[in-house]
């Protein structure tokens, strides 16, 4: 039996995250926000100078679009929508009889709504920027920000079934976005050593679903398409992907329509931070009082 208390519990205990009954999902306390903003002012200072358009969506997307993405084909076990009561009185009247009784799912007449919970930031920007017609010789870049749904619930404090990532998302030609990719692998090396956190890169895979995803992931790694960021958080021996760097080459740019100005079909990638898990990975490794970090941390993050 392990009767050293967890990180979770001892999380709870500070009152850094609040217990809400459900694996997965957290408050958080103004101090653990107080440090997710602090570090997203790093992030803008770091990135501010590129000129990218900043944009923010709800954590729902229009389930069209959602659709269109091909989520469902890779990712059903994780997907989460919204589904709402849109009877009548009589159907009402069962609705309540249903949840007194208890016995059958309450749920099961709701109605899917036009939205999904967003899986991740970028996922609602593909379209708009699609809608805005040819993109720019000199590539596109945008700062994302979004509160994101997946449905793992876990009870390691760093996964979580709702958490805020912040994403830069870059489109243009192959070179233009692996560089832009490059460069920010060495920047989040770079960030994190500021904060004084120990961190690898190694290179990755999504958790594609069934027999046939197995192929997918394998080819992903095969082609460098995914690398992650990653931090001791809950086990040194397998530390926690705290940031994500993908190039998709020209997958969603056909999907989606997004051309070039000459034609041709873009490239794209995104840089995705799990804030969450960046502030858990500061909170792990300097303590659970903010107080007590090292000056040169607080310096970075508070000036
Ligand atoms: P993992 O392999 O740990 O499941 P991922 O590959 O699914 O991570 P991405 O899809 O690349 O992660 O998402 C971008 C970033 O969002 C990750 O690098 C991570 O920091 C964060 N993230 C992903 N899933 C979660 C989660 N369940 N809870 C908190 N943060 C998450
Ligand atoms: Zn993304
Ligand atoms: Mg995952």
Redesign the pocket.
Known sequence: MDMQTSFLDRLFDAGLLIDTGVD?LYGRSGQFEDVIAAFERLIDRVGGGDGAEAMRFPPGMNRAFFEKSGYMKSFPQLAGTVHSFCGNELDHMSLLRCMEVGEEDWTRDQKATDIVLTP?ACYPLYPTVARRGPIPAKGALYDLQSYCF?H?PSQDP????L?R?REYVCMGTEKHVTDFRQSWMDRGVAMMKEVGLEVTIDV?N??FFGRAGKMLANNQRDQDLKF?LLIPITSVSKP?????F?YHQDAFGSKWGLNMEDGSVAHTACV???L??IALALFHTHGLDVADWPESVRKTLWG
């Open positions: 997965g991740a997946r793992e760093a996964r979580q079934q958490f990532m990755a999504d958790p992650e926690t992907a705290c940031m994500s993908n995705g931070f799990g969450e898990r």
